[in-house]
């Protein structure tokens, strides 16, 4: 069920008197504070709070809420952002050969776990297109290679402009988007790196631990930037191996931890929990 709820995100320089502006503000216009949680930066000097609340009998909403908030907004130099429980995430999922990801994206998804939409699955291969249509999500095939990648990536802008994409998740998709694409969706495409960034950037990282003797092996779900894998990090996990484990063991180990980690970044993204500054993340319980 979706809730009827608002989540209110604010980044500003740390002072005193914002959080009670902000809850003063709410109880003046009638919210029921649900949830609210608050960071401060002591070396940037920053503050950043998400607060959630019942919209069922508040006097404010998307409509005449910039209009209310606006004034506390200037009085502590606020960038703020306000997001609607009611409107779900448009998520599209780009995947290649390695399904492991999707898998467990579709299966929390249909479970309730993930409360957005998937209106598309995009692939470079056709690997993963009758799971595609076993949950009933269009698939779409878009061939990527040395030569087409400006058109391929032109296709794939106009499928998500017409599905109305909010959210793009890399389910180990194994193509590097070019400046280009980053540049069309900010701190919207979410990729999953099998290491413990920033470890092993780039690719085979599971052949580059065991060459290295590693004792420790991880994965890393981060905003996708121009820079190759150095994107703000929303969640990491690691695993333990000994010298027994061969590169196809790390592999194994590598994708139970891939699942886990994109997926917890992705539902944070999508119940608004992230806020981003100086190249990372502040994760709100």
Not at 168 to 180: N, T
Request: glycine share 4%; hydrophobic share 40%.
């Amino acid at each position: 069920m979706m809730k009827n709820t608002a989540t209110l995100l604010v980044t500003c320089p740390d002072q005193k008197g914002i959080v009670a502006g902000i809850a003063d503000f709410l109880y003046r216009h009638n919210a029921n504070i649900l949830h609210a949680d608050q960071h401060q930066d002591a070396e940037n000097g920053l503050f950043l709070m998400r607060v959630e609340w019942d919209l069922s009998d508040s006097a404010i909403n998307a409509d005449n809420f910039s209009e209310h908030f606006t004034p506390i907004a200037e009085r502590f130099s606020m960038t703020w952002q306000l997001k609607l429980g009611q409107k779900r995430t448009r998520m599209a999922i780009m995947v290649s050969q390695y399904d492991h990801c999707l898998v467990d994206l579709l299966h929390r998804h249909q479970s309730g776990e993930l409360a957005c939409e998937i209106p598309l699955i995009v692939s470079n291969h056709r690997h993963t297109e009758r799971l595609a249509e076993y949950h009933g999500i269009p698939f779409h095939y878009v061939e990527v290679n040395r030569d087409n990648k400006a058109e391929a990536e032109a296709k794939q802008f106009a499928l998500f402009d017409q599905y109305g994409v909010d959210l793009i998740v890399l389910a180990r998709y194994m193509q590097i988007l070019s400046p280009a694409f980053v540049q069309r969706y900010p701190q919207r495409i979410i990729n999953i790196h099998h290491s413990f960034l920033p470890a092993f950037i780039g690719a085979r990282p599971y052949h580059r631990a065991f060459e290295r003797g590693v004792k420790l092996i991880g994965a890393t779900s981060h905003y996708v930037t121009e820079v190759l894998d150095e994107g703000p990090i929303i969640e990491q996990d690691i695993a333990r191996i000994s010298h027994r484990d061969q590169v196809e063991d790390l592999i194994q180990k590598g994708r139970d931890l891939e699942r886990v980690v994109l997926s917890r970044a992705v539902r944070w993204h999508i119940e608004n929990r992230i806020l981003l500054y100086a190249n990372k993340t502040v994760i709100f319980d």
